[in-house]
DNA sequence: GAAATTTTGTTACAAACTTTTAATATTTAA
DNA sequence: TTAAATATTAAAAGTTTGTAACAAAATTTC
């Protein structure tokens, strides 16, 4: 019964999602694969097969109800849950993010901010205060967080990944120029920003 | 001749790039295919085949000169060059960007900030001023900008770009939850922070 | 300087992904 | 009530991408 989920699929899925949020604020509750493929840039075939992976949410002759179908994805992507999320590095770059995403249309909620930097710690982001990071682990220990955006420089991921990693932490959303390695116990995402400057970059040369 | 280059590839070639600049920082001046490949995570056979789709930069029984590899690399993504680049939205995301990513690195320089918020408008980031949108025209035709980094509210994001297209921008950095659409004319590379969280989300629920 | 080893470049193979095609069910209109 | 149109599902074919194996070339060792 088993079948795995190829990593293209699951690539898309967070579009279809935002295209899907998309249709019920304009009011459409039905839609085709067909028409929804066209929204895309997609086939029809391959967003039926995208869907169907998952065991198939529509309905022949009909469609597929968007509002369904958008809280089926919302499961598959495991954002109904609110898992608690914590930050290190209370840089340019983590406040951006703290302040910017809506953790908790994403599966997430900010619990707390970490840094090392004295004049960092005591100011607020959103509604949170930053924390010295020594007391990492007492508030892994006490809060239970699953997950750790680390924004921080390049220099010190290795050993704060190792730090998080002991204290509990499970998942990793990475925004250093350092690759933090998947393992068998731990998952990541990595966001290389400067690496979409330099894919931009190729295109342009490409075509301009 | 024209062979064309997979999507697959390009989309490898940025970390390559940065991998062979920790190399050289380690001061490792030759590499061999299986080396590379092992600190990558991917097979040996995969880097040469990769590299040969730009005609092969290695030499047999030797392997590769690290540092011309890497200049090579950082050729075909176009990075040796130095286009000019704007920043549309002095928000968080924006200055974030602004001021963490080394943009003379990636093959841009940043020439210009622009707000429509009277209050961002006159202050400083980095070493450019924020000016106002409105005169964003104008400064195109004198400098003759190439990129636009967008880092708006997302309801802005259509006109914004309309306006920068007429005004003969040719490729986009897009931060904002809204899709920009590749094009005949244009380049595109979207960058959607709140996906990254929902595939982390997805990976979560499949290992913890 | 010759033999052995290393390592690339290339070709052939396998797996994964996408598209096409055919079949089946539902809706809508006559 | 019937028939046509719509749209999903399933299966097959085609394409792309990744892996493995081998021969040619260069380096290193003896």
């Known amino acids: ?45 391959q967003v039926r097969q995208d869907f169907n992976c998952f065991g198939g949410f529509g309905q022949q002759g009909y469609g597929y109800k968007v509002e369904s179908l958008k809280e089926s994805i919302g499961k598959i992507l495991g954002i109904d849950r609110q898992r608690s999320a914590i930050l290190i590095g209370a840089g340019n770059i983590g406040r951006a993010f703290a302040l910017n995403i809506t953790f908790e249309k994403r599966g997430f909620h900010l619990t707390g901010i970490f840094d090392n930097d004295p004049e960092k710690i005591g100011q607020t982001v959103g509604d949170i205060v930053v924390s010295d990071f020594e007391e990492v682990e007492k508030f892994i220990e006490e809060n239970k967080p699953e ?44 966001i290389h920003l400067g690496d979409s400057l330099m894919r931009l970059s190729y295109k342009m040369g490409e075509k301009i």
Chains 1, 2 share one sequence.
Not at 2 to 24: F, G, H, M, Q, T
Not at 148 to 156: D, F, L, Q
């Open 147 to 190: 997950m750790a955006i680390v924004a921080i420089p390049k220099a010190g991921v290795n050993q704060v990944v190792f730090r998080l990693k002991n204290a509990g932490i499970k998942a990793f959303l990475n925004f250093t120029h350092a690759e933090v390695e998947d393992a068998e116990d731990i998952v990541v995402e990595n």
């Open 1 to 45: 019964m088993e079948k795995k989920v190829s990593e293209s699929v699951i690539n898309r899925l967070p579009r279809y999602y935002r295209y899907l949020d998309e249709l019920i604020k304009e009011g459409v509750d039905r839609i085709s694969s067909k028409t929804l493929s066209e929204k895309m840039g997609l086939t029809a075939s």
